[in-house]
C-alpha cells in the first residue's frame, strides 16, 4: 500500500501493478477467490503454468504468463523466458463497459472505481461485448455480469483490497491514483537508468481510456500482453454516428426505391377492381 | 503468442445467439413489412389497400416474437424492465442511454410496438374482423390526414427497428462489428428485401392482394441490389481492419453463399426484367404464375434473410 493509509471516500483509489516483479505465483488470485467467495479452477490435464485462462466472472485476477522466449539464443536469457502480469479490470476513466450499459448496473464508486451493482444488472452482456480488456463474465448461476469491484466492501471497511495484500513481490501496489502515479515513474526511470530499457508504463496518462486507475509497468509492447496500444483504445460509442448515418442513407434509398417499385403501373392486367379500398381514400387523387 | 498486426480486439464476445439472431430476423422483418405496408398506403391506388393491410398483419406477428427473444436472452429475465427504470438506490429514474443503442432500441421498440398495434387494428376493422361500433369510431379518425401521418411515423420508427440492430452490434469492440459502420444499413436493407419477399409469399394467401405481388416482387429486386451494394460496403470497411478472414473464412463462408443465394433471384430478375413485372415488360397474373416463383423463390430470399444474419452474429463468437 502506498504512504497514505487512511482511506477516504471521494479520492481515486487504484493499483500499479509492477510487472517487472511479478514472480506468478498467483498469491492474489487466492486471495481475490477467498474474500470474494469465488469458486476454483477444476484443474485441467495439458494446461500450462496459466491454468486460469482469461479473466472472467469467477476469476478477477488472473496472472498471465507469457512465452517470450527468444526464437535464437542469445548468451543469457536475462529472465526473458516469461513475461508474467496480473492482469485485473482497469477501473478506466473512460469506460467502455459503462458506456454501453442500458440499466445504469454499472456506476463509479466513492473510490473512483467501476463497479457492477449485482442487483441492477439483468445480464444483457453489453458491457462484455464492450470491454476491450476481456475482464467481464456472465455469472451461470446468478445470470449477471461480474468482475473486479477493487474490493469494494473492504474499502468502505477501510482495508486495502485482498489481491495487493497478499502479493509477497509488492508487484500489486494498492494507493491513491496520484501517489502510485508518482511512484511508478520513479520506478520507470530507474530502471532505465539501470539499462531495462525495454520497462514502460501503461495507462498512467490519460493515452488509453482517459487513464487507467489500475495501471501497469510493462516490460514489452502492450500487444505483448494482450493490450490495446494507444492507438487501439477506442469507445464503443465511436460506431454510433456512423452506424446511424449508414441506416439513414439505406432507409432514404429504401423509401426511394419502394416508391419505385411500389407505382402502379397502367397496365390492362394490373387494373382488379377492388371493393376492399376503405372509404377514406375515396376522395382522393 | 500471436500478435494482431491490425486492428487490436482483446475481447470477449457476449455470447448473444438464437434468441439475437431470431430477434433480429423478426425485427427486421417486421420494421420491413410495416415500411412497405406505408408505401403502399400512400403511393399505392386502391387496389394495393389488401397488401398494405396484408403487410400491417405481418409486421405485427412478426413483431410478437422479438420482446420475447430478447427476454429471454437476458440472465436474469425477469429483471428486463430495469432496461427502462433504473433501480441504484440514489439514481432511481427512466433510463434512456442516447448513446447505447441497446437503451435506444428498448425504447423504439415500446413505441413501434404502439405504432405497430394501432395499424393492424386499423387493418382489422377496415377488413371487417372487428365490428364493434367504438373501434369504427376510432378507425373513422385516422381517415385522411391523421391517419397518413401516423403510418409515416410508424414508418420511420420502423425502418429504425429494423436497422438499429446493426448499429447495436457495431457499437461494442468485438472484432468485425466495430470495424464497420455498414451493418446497420445491411440489416435495415436485407430487412426490406425479406420483407418484400414476406408479403410475396403471403399474397398466395390472401387473393384481394395478389394484385400487388408484381410490385412487390420489383420492389424486392431494388432491395437486393440495396443490399448487395452494403456487403461490397462491409468488405470494404473490414479490409483495412483485417478482420475480414475471420468472418468470410470457413464454415461462416456457408452462411455467407446462403445469403447471397437469397439475393440471386433479386438480381437475376432485376438483370433481366429490369423494373418490369415480366421479360416482355407486361404484367401477368401472379397467380397464373408457377409455385416455383411465388413460394419458392420468397422462401429462398427469407432463408438468405436468416444467414445473413448467422454469419455476422455467430461467426466473431
Ligand atoms: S477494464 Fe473493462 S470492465 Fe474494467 S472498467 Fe475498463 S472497460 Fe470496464
Ligand atoms: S450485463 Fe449487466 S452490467 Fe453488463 S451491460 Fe448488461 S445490465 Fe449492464
Redesign the interface.
Known amino acids: 500500500m502506498a504512504q497514505s493509509s487512511q482511506i477516504t471516500p471521494g479520492r481515486a483509489y487504484g493499483f500499479f501493478t509492477d510487472t517487472s516483479v511479478c514472480i506468478g505465483c498467483k498469491a492474489c488470485e487466492v486471495a481475490c477467490k477467498q474474500w470474494n467467495e469465488l469458486p476454483g479452477n477444476d484443474p485441467v490435464f495439458g494446461d500450462g503454468f496459466d491454468n486460469t485462462g482469461s479473466l472472467d466472472a469467477q476469476n478477477w485476477r488472473h496472472v498471465e504468463f507469457i512465452d517470450n522466449v527468444p526464437d535464437e539464443t542469445m548468451g543469457t536469457g536475462q529472465g526473458k523466458a516469461w513475461l508474467m502480469m496480473s492482469d485485473v479490470c482497469k477501473h478506466c476513466q473512460h469506460a467502455s463497459c459503462m458506456e454501453v450499459c442500458p440499466t445504469g448496473a454499472i456506476i463509479r464508486t466513492e473510490f473512483d472505481s467501476v463497479y457492477i451493482q449485482q442487483d441492477v444488472c439483468n445480464g444483457c452482456r453489453n458491457c462484455i461485448s464492450a470491454c476491450p480488456y476481456n475482464v467481464i463474465g456472465q455469472d451461470e448461476h446468478k445470470g449477471v455480469a461480474q468482475k473486479c469491484t477493487l474490493c469494494y466492501d473492504r474499502l468502505q471497511g477501510g482495508m486495502e483490497p485482498a489481491c495487493s495484500k497478499a502479493c509477497p513481490t509488492d508487484s500489486i501496489q494498492f494507493g491513491p491514483v496520484d501517489e502510485l502515479q508518482q511512484m511508478a515513474r520513479q520506478r520507470v526511470a530507474d530502471l532505465q537508468e539501470q539499462g531495462v530499457t525495454q520497462a514502460r508504463l501503461y495507462g498512467d496518462d490519460a493515452s488509453v481510456y482517459g487513464g487507467l486507475n489500475a495501471f501497469f509497468l510493462l516490460m514489452d509492447e502492450p500487444e505483448k500482453y494482450n493490450l490495446p496500444n494507444a492507438a487501439n483504445a477506442v469507445l464503443p460509442s465511436r460506431n454510433n454516428v456512423g452506424g446511424y448515418l449508414g441506416v439513414l442513407a439505406t432507409a432514404v434509398l429504401g423509401v426511394l426505391g419502394g416508391l419505385i417499385a411500389l407505382r402502379r403501373r397502367r397496365e390492362p392486367a394490373a387494373e382488379t377492381p377492388s371493393e376492399t379500398r376503405p372509404e377514406t381514400e375515396a376522395g382522393e387523387e | 503468442?500471436t500478435?494482431?498486426a491490425e486492428?487490436?480486439?482483446?475481447?470477449?464476445?457476449?455470447?448473444?445467439t438464437w434468441y439475437i439472431l431470431f430477434y433480429f430476423f423478426f425485427a427486421g422483418l417486421s420494421g420491413g413489412s410495416y415500411?412497405?405496408a406505408t408505401?403502399?398506403r400512400l403511393?399505392?391506388?386502391?387496389?394495393?389497400?389488401?397488401a398494405a393491410?396484408l403487410g400491417y398483419y405481418a409486421a405485427f406477428a412478426a413483431l410478437l416474437p422479438c420482446p420475447v427473444m430478447l427476454i429471454l436472452?437476458?440472465?436474469?429475465?425477469l429483471?428486463?424492465w430495469?432496461?427502462m427504470w433504473?433501480?441504484?438506490p440514489d439514481?432511481a429514474g427512466f433510463?434512456f442511454?442516447y448513446?447505447?443503442?441497446?437503451?435506444v432500441g428498448?425504447w423504439a421498440l415500446l413505441l413501434y410496438g404502439v405504432f405497430a398495434t394501432v395499424s393492424f387494428a386499423e387493418a382489422l376493422v377496415?377488413?371487417g374482423k372487428i365490428r364493434l361500433p367504438l373501434a369504427q369510431g376510432a378507425v373513422r379518425l385516422?381517415?385522411?390526414t391523421l391517419?397518413k401521418l401516423v403510418i409515416a411515423a410508424g414508418?420511420v420508427v420502423g425502418?429504425?427497428i429494423a436497422?438499429?440492430t446493426?448499429?447495436l452490434?457495431?457499437?461494442?469492440?468485438?472484432p468485425v462489428?466495430?470495424d464497420t459502420?455498414?451493418?446497420?444499413?445491411?440489416f435495415?436493407?436485407s430487412g426490406?428485401s425479406g420483407s418484400a419477399a414476406l408479403l410475396m409469399l403471403l399474397t398466395r394467401y390472401r387473393p384481394?392482394a395478389?394484385?400487388?405481388a408484381?410490385?412487390?416482387a420489383?420492389?424486392e429486386?431494388?432491395?437486393a441490389l440495396?443490399e448487395l451494394a452494403?456487403i461490397v460496403v462491409f468488405v470494404l470497411t473490414l479490409i483495412p481492419a483485417g478482420t475480414l478472414g475471420l468472418t468470410f473464412g470457413f464454415p461462416w463462408i456457408l452462411l455467407w453463399l446462403v445469403a447471397l443465394a437469397g439475393l440471386a433471384p433479386g438480381i437475376a430478375g432485376l438483370l433481366t426484367s429490369r423494373?418490369a413485372?415480366t421479360g416482355e415488360g407486361?404484367?401477368?397474373?401472379v397467380h397464373a404464375t408457377s409455385a416455383a416463383t411465388t413460394l419458392a423463390v420468397p422462401a429462398l430470399v427469407l432463408v438468405g434473410v436468416l444467414a445473413l444474419r448467422a454469419a455476422v452474429i455467430f461467426s466473431i463468437q
Open positions: 503468442m500478435i494482431l486492428a487490436q480486439h482483446f475481447v470477449r464476445p457476449p455470447d448473444w415500411t412497405i408505401l403502399f403511393r399505392g391506388e386502391r387496389s394495393d389497400e389488401p393491410r436472452d437476458l440472465g436474469r429475465p429483471r428486463f430495469h432496461m433504473n433501480t441504484t439514481a433510463n442511454v448513446w447505447s443503442p441497446m437503451s428498448v377496415r377488413d385516422l381517415d385522411g391517419g414508418a425502418l429504425f436497422g438499429y446493426g448499429v452490434l457495431a457499437v461494442s469492440n468485438q462489428w466495430s459502420w455498414a451493418l446497420g444499413g445491411l435495415l436493407a426490406m384481394e395478389q394484385a400487388s408484381g410490385m412487390l420489383v420492389s429486386r431494388l432491395y440495396l452494403l423494373l413485372v407486361t404484367t401477368v397474373a
